[in-house]
């Protein structure tokens, strides 16, 4: 089944909890916290591939989730990584996140990657960082760390996946023009042919030999007066050719109307995307084995009087004009790919050496130790995005966690702030679902 549409929800992995312990040893009175660091979590990686079409992967499954990081152990043993959680789907799937809220003025979601590129990968969720031992925590002042930190979550996202097929050369036209027999002929594809309307009901790609250069074209089912506006199947599917080079347009050289059907195909692609109207293209005569020559160099002259462009002539069944048809297509290719792309995506072209590409989603917004204090009615909330992580990774049943917090809290001046705002001791610190109580300065 094609699949061109799904929506999932990814969980990077949870970092593993560090460990609490102390060396104790028959011969070694003194052998302090050995307490190891959890392993992170493992990243959720999109990872765009050839051999598969469709998004069907993710109709039924809809969350995936990367394993966790790894507890770690005593004699500062460092718990292992979890494995990075590899999502394979089509060339040509666009990665969007929702937006979250009910802010009506932003679009539902936006575009994070265009996965254009075959093995082309991008980490679009980061496994949560392993929790500190109590060995990590040892200083001058802090010799015998009763504490340990946990591991952090890994990010979180919803996402919608769209397919937008990435082909070099798309074939267009009414119903039964002939198009899943050209692109039969001419590559590995095997299209259902029959002899009535709509035998094409999914989008077929086919792989060409021209002259050592493989091209990549597609054929979509055939369209009709209205397609732009959903009649037909082929308005389904036009936007799997929108990221083509160029566009073949097949018209039967047995209709009653053959300008007319050109007229309204083309009028058909120009409602739909301005894109996809503006790509080069070139009308193609198909089905000449059923005519004569003398018809077929009338039709030829008629369509170049009225349109300016003189049309080729071809026949899948006997090949007749096929090998100077692809030719002059692979003539017109340029080999680079960033032309396919279609849409503006946050790939970084200057960072194609880079073997994965990592969706930061809110890097540089703010100081990370950035501390945001707002005063209700029963207590202070006190938010961040560093502070966030660490109210995250503290071990709330732990005093001497706690403690740890509120040390950090006095180190950034936090503590000062909360004091001239007016906060007095016994006032209650809100982190989230978890509280401290503030002793002043």
Not at 37 to 65: C, M, P, W
């Amino acid at each position: 089944m094609f699949v061109d549409e799904a929506q999932i929800t990814i969980h990077a992995g949870k970092g593993g909890n560090g460990c609490m312990h102390f060396r104790r040893e028959k011969y070694i009175p003194k052998g302090g916290p050995d307490g190891g660091n959890g392993g992170r979590g493992g990243d959720v990686i999109f990872e765009a591939v050839r051999n598969i079409s469709t998004l069907y992967d993710y109709r039924h499954q809809k969350v995936f989730r990367a394993p966790d990081g790894k507890p770690g152990d005593q004699s500062n043993m460092t718990g292992g990584s979890g494995d990075d959680l590899i999502l394979r789907v089509p060339v040509g799937t666009q990665v969007r996140i929702e937006t979250m809220g009910n802010d009506k003025t932003k679009p539902p979601s936006r575009l994070l990657y265009d996965m254009v590129r075959e093995g082309q990968q991008v980490i679009i969720a980061e496994g949560g960082d392993g929790g500190k031992g109590n060995a990590g925590f040892v200083s001058s002042v802090r010799q015998a760390p009763g504490f340990a930190e946990k591991g952090d979550l890994g990010e979180s996202f919803t996402l919608s996946l769209e397919l937008k097929l990435v082909a070099d050369v798309a074939l267009v036209g009414y119903p039964s023009v002939g198009k899943s027999t050209f692109i039969s002929v001419i590559s590995n594809a095997k299209p259902k042919i029959a002899e009535y309307h709509f035998t094409t009901i999914n989008p077929n790609l086919g792989v060409v030999d021209v002259e050592g250069r493989e091209l990549v074209f597609v054929d979509i089912p055939g369209l009709i007066e209205g397609a732009s506006d959903g009649k037909g199947l082929g308005h389904r599917f036009l936007k799997h050719i929108e990221r083509s080079q160029f566009v073949l347009h097949l018209i039967d050289v047995m209709s009653d109307t053959p300008l007319k059907d050109f007229e309204i195909i083309q009028k058909e692609l120009k409602k739909f995307s301005k894109t996809l109207a503006e790509k080069p293209f070139l009308p193609v005569y198909t089905k000449i084995d059923a005519t004569d020559e003398e018809l077929e160099e009338f039709l030829i002259d008629e369509f170049e009087a009225k349109f300016g462009i003189r049309p080729y002539k071809v026949s899948a069944a006997t090949h007749e004009g096929m090998d100077g048809l692809l030719k002059y297509v692979a003539s017109q290719i340029s080999e680079d790919e960033s032309l396919m792309a279609g849409e503006e995506s946050l790939w970084d072209e200057e960072d194609e050496s880079e073997e994965i590409v990592q969706f930061r989603p809110a890097e540089g917004q703010q100081d990370r130790r950035l501390v945001v204090i707002e005063k209700s009615e029963f207590w202070w909330s006190l938010s961040g995005d560093r502070l966030d992580q660490l109210a995250r990774k503290t071990d709330w049943e732990n005093e001497h966690a706690q403690e740890r917090l509120y040390d950090v809290l006095k180190k950034w001046g936090t503590l000062r702030k909360l004091d001239k705002l007016g906060a007095i001791p016994g006032d209650k610190l809100r982190f989230g679902e978890y509280f401290l109580e503030y002793r002043g300065v």
